[in-house]
């Protein structure tokens, strides 16, 4: 079978390796209908480094369940599942509290010498607390937008959780990639009466204003911060989503907050420790977040999905086949396209 291999910096190759097959009684084996390529896929495809050993990728799919391990027993063979960025066995202390990121027996794919899911297949370990069975057909024209609870819909949703969004408050993006813009859809979900994106990119923007964004933000660093206190009377926002992981987001998001208000960090941080520790303290602001536990949220966010009330899957613009994979990556990387979707 074909799957999607990086070897090292700006390095990714379609390749064909070993069938994947079921090694544990909990496993299943799933055939991916489609997949796709995200942000955080650009951190090691730019910052990689020689010598490191080569790393399967892709850890958002949907597809269908083509056999399972002798312990399987919520799955059938020939259901159309959706796969969460990380395995999980449902069972455990942190999967009853719906952290599912922090199971005991969890994992997460394309990582970590992890099979990933930019290929035609792959092992599902754990596969009876990871795989969420979808009441749809594989071709359902809803499938951009359950493709995104793998990840970047429920990270999104995530990042408004952890920010304390709720009627009537003000909310604040950081971030114009695909979780930025499903945060802003989780924003307004939740009930967010001000939405401020901080982005520059016209396309990511134009989405944005149509997911429920009220403000839109350009500048950077201090022109960004004094922008966002103009916007909301010069106290703040109440919940900061910061959704890009440097430590210069990470300023932005202690400059934003208002005092006593909260910041959901989603982006992976490649900062060693929290900046503005001070103004953090002083202005008594919570920073939270982490992995979103998107196994959890599934069950909360699908039916809006199919009812139709939210759309995340309009951050999907372009699709390939897995040998458009490694062009995709250079796309995203880009700023070229927001989302990538692969139809293995
Ligand atoms: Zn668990």
């Not at 074909?2 to 090694?23: F, L, N, Y």
């Not at 892709?58 to 027993?73: F, L, R």
């Not at 449902?90 to 719906?98: D, K």
């Amino acid at each position: 079978m074909r799957a999607t291999v990086m070897h090292g910096p700006r390095d990714v190759r379609i390749e064909t390796v070993p069938d994947s097959q079921i090694k544990e009684p909990t496993d299943a084996l799933l055939r991916v209908t489609r997949a796709c390529v995200c942000g955080s896929d650009l951190w090691p495809y730019n910052l990689r480094t020689e010598g490191e050993d080569a790393q399967r990728m892709g850890h958002e799919a949907i597809g269908i369940v083509e056999d399972i391990g002798s312990e399987v027993q919520t799955l059938k063979k020939g259901d159309l599942v959706v796969m969460p960025f990380a395995f999980s066995d449902g069972t455990c202390v942190f999967c009853h509290e719906h952290l599912h990121t922090a199971c005991l027996h969890g994992g997460f794919f394309g990582n970590g010498g992890m099979e990933g899911a930019q290929a035609e297949a792959l092992r599902i370990p754990q596969a009876d607390g990871t795989l969420f069975v979808l009441p749809v057909s594989p071709e359902d024209p809803l499938m951009p937008s359950l493709l995104t609870l793998s990840d970047v819909m429920g990270t999104g949703h995530h990042a408004a959780v952890v920010a304390r969004v709720a009627p009537g408050k003000i909310a604040a993006v950081i971030g114009d990639g695909a979780v930025g813009l499903c945060g802003v859809i989780a924003a307004k979900r939740l009930g967010a009466e001000q939405i401020i994106l901080l982005g520059r990119h016209p396309d990511r923007i134009a989405l944005a204003r149509d997911f429920g964004a009220t403000d839109i933000v350009t500048g950077r660093g201090e022109d960004a911060i004094a922008r966002v206190l103009d916007l909301t009377g010069g106290l703040g926002a109440h919940a900061v989503l910061e959704c890009v992981g440097t430590d210069q987001a990470m300023n932005t998001a202690v400059g934003i907050a208002r005092a006593g208000g909260a910041i959901g960090r989603v982006g992976v941080p490649h900062y060693e420790t929290v900046p503005s520790a001070g103004p953090l303290f002083f202005k008594n602001v919570v920073v939270g977040g982490g992995p979103a536990p998107v196994r959890a949220y599934i069950e909360e966010l699908l039916p809006d999905v199919l009812e139709g009330r939210i759309d995340p899957g309009r951050v999907f613009d372009r699709t390939v086949g897995l040998d458009g994979v490694p062009d995709g990556y250079r796309a995203m990387n880009d700023r070229e396209s927001i989302k990538v979707m692969v139809k293995p």
